[in-house]
Structures are given as structure tokens and as C-alpha cells.
């Protein structure tokens, strides 16, 4: 019985929650991202799930959120590698061109002050891309946890 009523509250939160937020605002993005370190870009890839914005205008760190890719400074090899092999997919992602992201003018930022971002490109969702190459785990509640370095 919990169970049910734990259920029913949920749904109800989903519908009423999803007329209840405003709009949320997708921004256009047609900008060429290469490999940070690669020359003096204005735009580029610094891991997995991080890039950084439009130097030019201010030095922008962007986590795509959505998923969590392995980290590049990791104390094994193995999730090393496997942040290099996410890195240069997250680049030939959006070597593929333009793309939106969402947050508009003003979106949330994490501890570390950088933008907190979802990406798509039409319906193909960068979150949904990276987990599905088995690049990154999902970010979300509930998520199993990859062991990158087991």
C-alpha cells in the first residue's frame, strides 16, 4: 500500500510539476569546438562532459549535465583511457554541428560556478549519446554506478 500511494504521488507531482515550471529556454549554438590545448580557441572540449565557452568573451565552463563521464585526472589507467576515448567523443559530437542548449540567458551553475547545460540536436539528446557508447553513466537518481576502473 506505501508503494501505491508513494506512486500516485509521484504522478500527480509529474503532472502538476510540469505546467507548474515556466518554459524552459533552448539557446542555438553554432560554434566550432576543438580539444582544449589544441591552439587558441574560443571554444572548446575539456573532457567528457565539460566544455569551455567563448574565451573571448569571458572565460565560460559549461558542464553538460544529463551524464557523467570518467575523469581524466582518475588514480587508474583504466578510467584514464576511458576519459580520453569520452573526451574525443564529446568533441565529434559537436564537430557535427549545430546544436542547442538549454538554460538560457541565465542557467544554474554547480559549486564550482561553472553553467549547468543539457544538449541536443533536434531529438537526439547528447546525455542519451555518450551513456549509449558507453562513454558516461546516466546522472540521474536511482542511477547504477559504473565502476571505470573494476
Known amino acids: 500500500m506505501p508503494f501505491l500511494l508513494l506512486g500516485l504521488l509521484l504522478g500527480i ?40 565557452y567563448g574565451r573571448l568573451r569571458g572565460d565560460r565552463r559549461i558542464r553538460l549535465t544529463g551524464f557523467d563521464a570518467p575523469e581524466m585526472d582518475s588514480a587508474c589507467e583504466a578510467e584514464r583511457t576511458k576519459a580520453r576515448e569520452a573526451k574525443r567523443a564529446l568533441h565529434a559530437w559537436l564537430a557535427r554541428g549545430a546544436f542547442e542548449w538549454n538554460g ?22 547528447l546525455a542519451e549519446h555518450m551513456i549509449g557508447l558507453g562513454l558516461a553513466e546516466g546522472g540521474g537518481w536511482l542511477t547504477e554506478r559504473i565502476d571505470w576502473c573494476g
Request: aromatic residues 8%; negative net charge; contains cysteine.
Open 13 to 52: 507531482w509529474l503532472f502538476v510539476e510540469d505546467r507548474v515550471r515556466p518554459p524552459e529556454q533552448w539557446v542555438a549554438v553554432d560554434t566550432r569546438f576543438e580539444p582544449c590545448g589544441s591552439g587558441p580557441n574560443s571554444a572548446c572540449v575539456i573532457d567528457g562532459d565539460t566544455v569551455r
Open 104 to 125: 538560457g540567458d541565465d542557467p544554474p551553475r554547480d559549486k564550482y560556478g561553472r553553467e549547468l547545460r543539457a544538449a541536443r540536436r533536434g531529438e537526439d539528446l
